[in-house]
T-cell receptor
């Protein structure tokens, strides 16, 4: 069983649909992240949750809505997306504490296509 | 403004030879650097890291070199194997209190048998 699992692996949705991406981590970490990977661009940090509290929102449009019900689960709710939102969405987790330096464990990603 | 740059989008190396992947950064506050490896249809996986107090870190076939004055780091893989074919991402963080990672755009490494 991988440490960070994401579902679905592939998602195709229309611009008026509402869907959600799910992430679960089995590593006992206290921080979870959503990253976006678009072609020929760096991995873009979207949201960070530490102990279920959102600590970072990297100027992400409101059509992306994160939810972190507990330290093991993270959701990304999607609504009225645009075709340019098509990308690979990666979930990651880490153990944040004094002295740790940001080593992330990634899931396999959810490939999103917006028609 | 991209703070972590990987200027070579792709690199091809003969099997058995050395692969050298390069990364430059602009933020002098970065003090911890990591390399991630990504296969198609998988998430990135951590490969090796280096703290700014060191200039070299070695783990088996993988060695990372850090030149702080040039704000440059490199990943050396020797000998290169076909299974090393992947996209390699360089990442940097500001260390304690600023653990957020900033990633480069990646370099696709192809090992030619």
């Amino acid at each position: 069983e991988t440490g960070v699992t994401q579902t679905p692996r592939h998602l195709v949705m229309g611009m008026t649909n509402k869907k959600s991406l799910k992430c679960e981590q089995h590593l006992g970490h206290n921080a979870m992240y959503w990253y976006k990977q678009s072609a020929k661009k760096p991995l873009e940090l979207m949201f960070v949750y530490n102990f279920k509290e959102q600590t970072e929102n990297n100027s992400v449009p409101s059509r992306f809505s994160p939810e972190c019900p507990n330290s093991s689960h993270l959701f990304l709710h999607l609504h009225t997306l645009q075709p340019e939102d098509s990308a690979l969405y990666l979930c990651a987790s880490s153990q944040q504490s004094r002295g740790t330096t940001g080593e992330l464990f990634f899931g396999e990603g959810s490939r999103l296509t917006v028609l | 403004d991209q703070q972590v740059k990987q200027n070579s989008p792709s690199l091809s190396v003969q099997e058995g030879r050395i692969s050298i992947l390069n990364c430059d950064y602009t933020n002098s506050m970065f003090d911890y650097f990591l390399w991630y490896k990504k296969y198609p249809a998988e998430g990135p996986t951590f490969l090796i890291s280096i703290s700014s107090i060191k200039d070299k870190n070695e783990d088996g076939r993988f060695t990372v070199f850090l030149n702080k004055s040039a704000k440059h780091l490199s990943l050396h893989i020797v000998p290169s194997q076909p299974g090393d074919s992947a996209v390699y991402f360089c990442a940097a963080s500001g260390g304690f209190g600023n653990e957020k990672l900033t990633f480069g755009t990646g370099t696709r490494l192809t090992i030619i048998p």
